[in-house]
């Protein structure tokens, strides 16, 4: 699938709506809302946290907490959104239309931290070099105490 990155919102919903249609699923006004929280909100999500928020900016709509997971599930599938995972604590999401960034997570408020760094990435493709490897993707997790717990 084409990397959804830098595309304005109608044609992301463009998209959307071929996936639905491919996956024989009807379009909603409850899984557009889904999907336009997520695109007009950088943050990370739970899908509790997401559903509590589009039932907030839709209280028109009558949207379930079954149809934020699925449609989030089905975003995931087809690398339209990314997670991160907290085991038991389950996942945070967050639209895949960003910029290749990697995380630092704390691991006691689960903040996340979003980061770049090109030494890195060059280090990572070198590594995948020297081991004949052809490199198509990662995911780079650092996990820790942020600022905020140290200090408590």
């Given at each position: 699938m084409q990397s959804i990155e830098n595309l304005s919102y109608e044609e992301l919903l463009e998209r959307f709506k071929a996936l639905l249609k491919r996956n024989n699923l009807k379009y909603t006004m409850q899984r557009e809302a889904?999907?336009?929280?997520?695109y007009d909100h950088p943050d990370h999500f739970t899908p509790e946290n997401l559903y509590v928020l589009v039932k907030k900016n839709y209280p028109e709509l009558n949207t379930g907490?079954?149809?934020?997971?699925?449609?989030?599930?089905?975003?995931?599938?087809?690398?339209i959104a990314?997670?991160?995972?907290?085991?038991?604590a389950g996942k945070k999401f967050e639209l895949g239309n960003k910029p290749h960034h990697d995380h630092l997570i704390c691991e006691q408020c689960g903040d996340i931290v979003e980061f770049e760094n090109q030494e890195i990435e060059k280090l990572q493709e070198n590594i995948a070099k020297m081991h004949d490897f052809k490199l198509t993707n990662h995911l780079m997790q650092l996990y820790g105490i942020c600022k905020k717990c140290q200090l408590k």
């Open positions: 889904i999907l336009k929280t997520l907490i079954t149809t934020v997971y699925r449609t989030l599930n089905l975003l995931e599938d087809n690398h990314t997670s991160i995972s907290f085991g038991s």
